[in-house]
T-cell receptor, first 111, second 114 residues
Framework: QKEVEQNSGPLSVPEGAIASLNCTYS??????FFWYRQYSGKSPELIMS????GDKEDGRFTAQLNKASQYVSLLIRDSQPSDSATYLC???????????FGAGTRLAVHP | SAVISQKPSRDICQRGTSLTIQCQVD?????MFWYRQQPGQSLTLIAT?????????ESGFVIDKFPISRPNLTFSTLTVSNMSPEDSSIYLC???????????FGQGTRLTVV
């Protein structure tokens, strides 16, 4: 069983729409979660971190964490073509040393 | 945040040879890690690079194949030994500044084994 799971996509949304990216995790002890954006040929770039239940907003990005459901999501409002990338969800497994990543969801924003 | 310099950025190597990848950080960091990203795949943790002691390897990765050095708090190397085409991947150096915190990545090394 994968410890961090994401739908690989592609998720296609029109420019200006809301993109919703989802992630589930299996380690109930996990407290910290992260969303990374990875453009083709580039290394992952941190865009959001979330440590407690509820929503966390940063500009056009909102991360949501529901520990009871073991669910993390990322909403991108007013999606732009420049948001087209692979989005990786990450969380800790077996304590706070091993950060593991989901398979990533490929997002395509079309004009 | 710390600046991570990784080199080489890419290389094409012959099978059976070895390549050493270097990772330099501009400040002292406690936690450094090496990840592999195979074509079209997500990131897989290879090992934790421990300063002054042997690296801690994840399941499926062994020291003979991926020897790691960490002589101080700003530098680490990963060697990919006796390479085969299956080793063709992107290798990423990563650091974290504390327990439970986010990871930052170097630019990556794109390795092609022919």
């Amino acid at each position: 069983q994968k410890e961090v799971e994401q739908n690989s996509g592609p998720l296609s949304v029109p420019e200006g729409a809301i993109a919703s990216l989802n992630c589930t995790y299996s380690d109930r002890g996990s407290q910290s979660f992260f969303w990374y954006r990875q453009y083709s040929g580039k290394s992952p770039e941190l865009i959001m971190s979330i440590y407690s239940n509820g929503d966390k907003e940063d500009g056009r990005f909102t991360a949501q964490l529901n520990k009871a459901s073991q669910y993390v999501s990322l909403l991108i409002r007013d999606s732009q073509p420049s948001d087209s990338a692979t989005y990786l969800c990450a969380g800790f497994s077996g304590g706070y040393n091993k950060l593991i990543f989901g398979a990533g969801t490929r997002l395509a924003v079309h004009p | 945040s710390a600046v991570i310099s990784q080199k080489p950025s890419r290389d094409i190597c012959q099978r059976g040879t070895s390549l050493t990848i270097q990772c330099q950080v501009d400040s002292q960091v406690t936690m450094m890690f090496w990840y592999r990203q195979q074509p079209g795949q997500s990131l897989t943790l290879i090992a934790t690079a421990n300063q002054g002691s042997e690296a801690t390897y994840e399941s499926g990765f062994v020291i003979d194949k991926f020897p790691i050095s960490r002589p101080n708090l700003t530098f680490s190397t990963l060697t990919v030994s006796n390479m085969s085409p299956e080793d063709s991947s992107i290798y990423l150096c990563s650091l974290r500044t504390g327990i439970g915190t986010e990871a930052f990545f170097g630019q990556g090394t794109r390795l092609t084994v022919v």
